[in-house]
């Protein structure tokens, strides 16, 4: 009986590492089978050091679709990711599954960058093809970082810190994107993070600023409103555009305190404004995927005590594709407590009408690039005309961004559009230069206050 008992223990040890090696799902090894296998190549390499590489595979959005079809869903993807790339990995190469819906490399006859992107490019393809849940067919992308050994480390820890930030700018470059770590990119993501880090400080510090840019009526040229818009000047970085630290903001997931703090400002700067001046304000996509936007949005109205009748907030046609359940049930809400919602950048997405047809908006924005070939280019105009048109018929208000010039704004008041922004009748000002503005430009404003 004893000697029974000895002769499984090796057997039962052995099962034993197979299973600290293997991902339960897939079958796939591990992430401890991936360092093994780096760590004997790099042993094996240490005396002639031949480059080897190292990569990492993320699936784009694959949490929302897990969300909507369900784990064994999510489940059944990952096997079929699984199987695929299995079937397509070169001989002598390894492929492991890490945490969720990141997946591994190790490629012992990858030397440098080209090779590298060349089986990123390989395997980009294999995973673009539909996945079949039985019911219903699915696609995905994937994003990918690749690091070689050893200039981009020589212990395996290192090597995959540098594809994990090789991967984490793919990702911010968007879906489907393949990076190669380098000096140059490492450097890029230093400057990144010491960026959110400022930015976070400025945020904490009540640093960012909200500047308005007015909205006027086109035929009499009188103000009915101002967007809000973010500024923010550092002590050393200098003046930081929008265009970078926003996004930075929601791609590093701190966007909801960003934008209650301009929110606040904004409600607050407008509280000294005529009663018939409504605030615009952006929405980021971040916000239209939480549940908990609406709710938190009228909270800070009602502590700074504004009118939500008086608030007006952009959305863009991208933003409401990213999750459209959640959104409609924002919109909703909001729209319920006298919010009103306007369709900003109309026209430069890719299926406008349809968003017109599945929501209800009270505003659509012609963005600026139609608005500054009106003059110009044919095609440009008849697009105008036919937004006006269209937003005529579905009773939907219409302002034409980006006018820079007498010409533009004539052209657009005689095509019947009703309201317009742009540098022509103002550049954003911070709070006190724009009640400044509207003693200047607003003939009502000392009558509010002696009514008030």
């Not at 005396?47 to 990569?55: H, K, L, M, R, V």
């Not at 003059?375 to 005309?385: G, L, M, T, W, Y």
Request: proline share 4%; with cysteine; net charge negative.
């Amino acid at each position: 009986m004893k000697s029974a008992e000895i002769s499984l223990a090796p057997a039962s040890q052995n099962e034993l590492q197979a299973m600290a090696y293997t991902d339960p799902l897939t079958g796939l090894g591990n992430r401890y089978r991936m360092r093994d296998r780096a760590r004997v190549l790099s042993v094996e390499r240490a005396s002639d050091p031949a480059p080897f590489t190292i990569g990492i595979a993320n699936l784009d959005s694959f949490k929302p679709i897990n969300d909507l079809f369900g784990v064994e869903a999510g489940d059944e993807i990952l096997c079929q990711v699984a199987h695929r790339l299995k079937a397509c990995i070169p001989d002598g190469a390894t492929v492991t599954r890490h945490d969720g819906d990141e997946f591994a490399f190790v490629l012992p006859l990858v030397f440098e960058r080209v090779g590298a992107e060349k089986f990123g490019q390989m395997i980009r393809e294999v995973l673009s093809a539909p996945y079949d849940l039985g019911d219903r067919n699915v696609r995905l992308s994937a994003s990918f970082g690749f690091a070689i050994y050893p200039f981009a480390g020589e212990e395996f820890e290192d090597l995959l810190k540098s594809a994990e930030t090789a991967l984490y700018r793919s990702k911010r470059r968007g879906r489907g994107q393949i990076t190669v770590y380098s000096k140059e990119i490492a450097q890029e993501m230093k400057r990144a993070t010491q960026l959110e880090q400022a930015l976070r400080n400025a945020i904490i510090s009540n640093a960012i600023d909200v500047h308005f840019q007015p909205i006027v009526s086109l035929a009499n040229n009188l103000i009915v409103g101002f967007e809000a818009l973010a500024r923010w000047n550092d002590a050393d970085l200098g003046f930081v555009s929008p265009a970078v630290f926003v996004p930075l903001a929601e791609e590093r997931g701190f966007i909801d305190a960003l934008s209650e703090t301009l929110l606040r400002k904004a409600a607050e700067a407008a509280l000294s404004w005529p009663r018939e001046l409504f605030l615009s304000f952006n929405l980021s996509s971040a916000q239209l995927m939480d549940p908990g936007t609406s709710s938190s949005i009228l909270a800070i109205l009602g502590r700074v005590g504004f009118d939500p009748h008086r608030l007006e907030l952009e959305i863009t046609e991208t933003a409401v594709m990213s999750s459209a359940d959640t959104a409609h049930r924002i919109i909703a809400d909001l729209r319920a407590a006298g919010v009103r919602i306007s369709l900003d950048d109309f026209g430069t997405g890719q299926s406008s009408l349809g968003r017109l047809r599945d929501f209800i908006f009270d505003k659509v924005k012609i963005d600026r690039a139609f608005v500054s070939r009106i003059n110009s280019d044919r095609a440009s105009e008849h697009i105008v005309k036919a937004i006006l048109a269209m937003c005529e018929g579905l009773d939907l208000q219409v302002v034409a961004e980006g006018i820079e010039d007498y010409a533009e704004a004539a052209k657009l008041r005689s095509l019947g559009c009703a309201m317009g922004q742009g540098y022509y009748y103002g550049k954003p000002a911070d709070s006190v230069a724009t009640l400044r503005y509207l003693h200047e430009n607003h003939y009502e404003l000392s009558g509010e206050r002696e009514s008030a």
